[in-house]
Every structure is written in C-alpha cells, then in structure tokens.
C-alpha cells in the first residue's frame, strides 16, 4: 500500500479531533524547514556551509559557550524565519538564541511555543555523519502575549507535540502527538514527507548501550558499576554480552535505539557537573523523552522520571538515560538502590 504523507496524516488528525488547525500548520511548517535544511545539509562542501561561524581570528559562541557552526546559524535561520509569521506561535526558543524570541507584533500570534535545537550533533557536520532537528510545542500560558523565557519553563509532560528530524542517508521526520510515536520518510523527488512506521515501539530488553566511555573516570560510582558490569558480559553479573555505539549526535543514536532498542546514556559527571548534567533539558531532553516514552520506552534522569523534572531555566542541563524500558530500569536501580 502507499504510504500516505504527513499533509494527510495530519489532517486525518485534525478530522479526529486530535489536532487544530494551528498545531497542524505549525508542524507542516517545521517539517518544511527542516526540507530546507535537509537540502542545505546534503550540498556539503558544495553549499559552502561547513565549518565555523564567525572568523578564524574571532570564533563565534553561543550563550552557553559553545562554538558555533555555521549549520547550527542557518539551521536556526531558517527555522525562526519560517515560524516567525504564520500566526499560530507566541513565541519561539532555541540552543543558538539567549533567550526566548517572542512573535514580533507585526505578525500574528497563536498560542504555542515552539522550541528547539535547531542542528543537534554540530560535531558530525565536518565529517558527513549523520544530524539532526529536535523540536519540542508547549502551549501558551493564558493571558501572556509576550512570552519570555519564564513561560517556557514547563515539565516535559505538558508538550503537546515533540519531533526531530535525521539527516542520514534518508531525511527522516518522527512525531508524536502524544498518542503514539511515527516516522516519516522524505521523498526527494516528491518533496513530501511520507508515513513509513505508524506507532513504533522500542523492544523492552536489549543488549546495546550508547554512552561515550571515554567519560568514565569523571562518572559517579553507580554509573562506573553500571557500565563494568554491561562490559563484564556473560560471564559477569548481567549474564549477556552487550555492544556498544555512540554516534555523538544524540538524533542519531535516539533513531537508532526507536529502530532496534538500546540504552542511551549522558549521566552527570565530573567535569559537568556544574551545569547539571551535558545535554539540555527543554529542547533535547524532554522532546525525546516524550518520543521514547510513546514508543513505550523509558525516559529518566538516573533518578526519576524526566518528563517530570520542573525547570528552572530555559538552557539547563540534565543527566539523561532513555530507551529500552527494561535496561534503563536497570541503570536507574543503581543509582536510587546501589544495593
Ligand atoms: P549539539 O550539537 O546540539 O550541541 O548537541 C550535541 C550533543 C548530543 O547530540 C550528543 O549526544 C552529545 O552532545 C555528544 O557529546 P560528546 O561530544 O561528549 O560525545
Ligand atoms: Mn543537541
Ligand atoms: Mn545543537
């Protein structure tokens, strides 16, 4: 059978009374965006868009200190400028802007919020792997027509919608409405984002894990044990071999894990534990801690539920472990019962 394109999809939706309007033209334009990325992305070298902002005598940061690629500036280019106008937002967020960006009065607003991070894996681009797109909606707070970064602080579980976009060998866009997880797959040709798995689900037990081991010794203990006894295998207290992957694109190694299932870990750890933990809560944790959950996986911050966690600022950072429901269980019982 065909399958059918994310228009439909949404607008079936819609007909349901799942969705409105607003909801459906806000991801109709962030898949769009990210169409445009996608092409901007696959031109490489050839688009001139590899490498560092800014100049080689003065590298440009972002608010969290981080050097920015020139992707990670066009990314959120395009993505602002195609959600600026349409009317169905109050205001945006992102990883590359310091603070919130409320819908300038020019245009008309919605009442949603969209946040994201607009080039997840800057690290991948230089090197042709694998990146992405993550997007997170949260409603507006009644009565705020200017939403700054305070309206944004909500727990993961009021989001209305989360996504994120890989861009692999195929474009892949994958949603969920809060009733299931789907993929969509870009058709080049078409230029249409087409449904390829409705509601997948992340098998329950697996034996691979995706944590950069080169961190260990700045782990905490629970998290040192955890790990020893997944490379102890068979033999060792676990009683099964496992392997391992780590792309460094956290969209590629979620992608992966909603594929085949697996255990996703960035714990706290010596040299972040300042900041709180390596990624950041509102625009990377949360959307995919809402994907894996509705894919019937498992979400945490080593000690509780993520989608749980009140916020308290717009760029916070946030141990992470999700995936499998059973694995992350497992990594969680070592640190809230070391016994
Ligand atoms: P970003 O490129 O948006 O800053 O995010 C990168 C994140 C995440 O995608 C990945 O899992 C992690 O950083 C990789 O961290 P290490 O470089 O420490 O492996
Ligand atoms: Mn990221
Ligand atoms: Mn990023």
Redesign the pocket.
């Given at each position: 059978m065909k399958p059918i394109s994310l228009t439909r999809f949404l607008i079936e939706e819609q007909h349901a009374g799942h969705i409105n309007a607003d909801l459906r033209l806000l991801i109709e334009v962030v898949a769009r965006a990210c169409k445009t990325i996608s092409t901007a992305i696959g031109k490489g070298a050839l688009g001139g868009v590899l490498g560092e902002a800014g100049t080689a005598d003065s590298i440009q940061l972002n608010i969290q200190g981080?050097a920015q690629k020139k992707l990670d500036v066009l990314s959120n280019e395009i993505l602002l400028e195609a959600n600026e106008w349409g009317g169905h937002l109050a205001g945006l967020a992102s990883?590359e802007m310091d603070h919130a960006h409320p819908i300038p009065h020019a245009f008309p607003k919605g009442n949603y919020l969209l946040l994201f991070?607009p080039?997840?894996?800057?690290?991948n681009i230089d090197v042709n792997i694998s990146v992405g797109t993550i997007f997170s909606v949260l409603h507006c707070p009644d009565e705020v027509t200017e939403p700054h970064d305070e309206h944004f602080l909500q727990p993961g579980s009021a989001q209305v919608c989360a996504g994120y976009t890989t861009y692999g060998p195929s474009t892949m866009l994958v949603l969920t409405l809060g009733r299931g997880t789907h993929a969509f797959t870009l058709d080049r040709e078409q230029g249409s984002f087409m449904l390829t798995r409705r509601d997948l689900r992340i098998p329950e037990d697996t034996q691979e894990f995706a944590v950069?081991v080169s961190?260990q010794r700045h782990w905490e203990a629970p998290m040192q044990r955890y790990v020893a006894d997944l490379l102890a295998g068979k033999t060792g207290p676990r009683g099964k071999d496992f392997n391992m992957r780590?792309v460094?694109?956290?969209?590629a190694?979620v992608h992966r894990i909603l594929t085949r299932g697996g255990v996703f870990i960035?714990p706290l750890d010596a040299k972040c534990r300042d900041k709180g933990g390596?990624?950041r809560l509102m625009y990377?944790a949360n959307p995919m801690a809402f994907i894996v959950e509705q894919a019937g996986g498992g979400a945490s911050t080593g000690r509780g539920r993520l989608l749980d966690v009140e916020p308290r600022e717009l760029h916070q950072r946030i141990p992470v472990f999700l995936g499998s429901k059973n694995e992350v269980a497992v990594a969680v019982r070592y640190h809230t019962d070391p016994a």
């Open positions: 981080e990883e991070d080039l997840d894996g800057s690290s950069n961190n780590w460094a694109s956290m969209v190694d960035y390596r990624l990377e």
